[in-house]
């Protein structure tokens, strides 16, 4: 009588633990749950560069292109010889919050002195409807209203960089561009600066 109640007993954990896992296998959250959680591990293995990674993206020159009268090709020589401005104590901050670069010092050229040297294809004084996409080697993109450049304080804040602490960039590519008065700066940091293209909205 004792065994076949212990074996009673076997049978029902057995069958406890079959149901469990039959409940665990179809709950949709459980398996939804398990997949965005697999989702965000290969995202972040996607965006994952190693120091080899970055040096195939370092660009030597940046294309001005789009709807401009003059496209143009910059490198760091050719910046120098514009309106070269020294900026101190800038912080790279992430959307976390978290700093992810603190400059001392670093030079550059606002991005509003290169788009006028480049000439926005204005038909007239009233054609402002423009966005400014900024592109990385790894396509990377960061984007600017024509308003918000010309119109705008944040315009006077936005530059492309060629030069940190007294050293030429390298590793983050020649150039790279920043928008200083953002709250977060880390969005619009572009690393290995390939490209400004000027876009008029249609």
Not at 62 to 74: A, F, Q, S
Request: aromatic share 6%.
């Amino acid at each position: 009588m004792k065994k076949l109640s212990n074996l009673i007993t076997i049978v029902m954990i057995a069958v406890t633990m079959l149901q469990c896992k039959k409940s665990e296998a179809t709950n949709p959250a459980t398996d939804n749950s398990a997949k965005t959680s697999q989702k965000h591990s290969e995202e972040k293995e996607n965006h994952k560069h190693d120091e080899k990674d970055d040096l195939k993206y370092v660009s030597k020159e940046i294309k001005v292109t789009g709807d401009v009268v003059t496209p143009l090709t910059l490198t760091v020589d050719s910046l120098k010889k514009m309106k070269v401005v020294e900026l101190n104590d800038f912080k790279i901050v992430c959307q976390t919050g978290l700093t992810k670069d603190s400059v001392e010092s670093t030079k550059g050229v606002l991005l509003t002195d290169i788009l006028e040297k480049a000439k926005i294809a204005q038909q007239e004084h009233k054609d402002r409807n423009f966005y400014i996409v900024a592109r990385a080697s790894d396509d990377y993109k960061a984007t600017f209203s024509w308003a918000e450049l010309f119109n705008n304080p944040t315009g006077e804040k936005v530059y492309v960089l060629f030069e940190q602490n007294g050293k030429p960039l390298k590793e983050k590519g020649e150039m790279i561009l920043v928008s200083m008065t953002d709250t977060k700066t880390g969005p619009r940091h572009v690393k290995w600066l390939k490209s400004i293209e000027v876009t008029r909205v249609k």
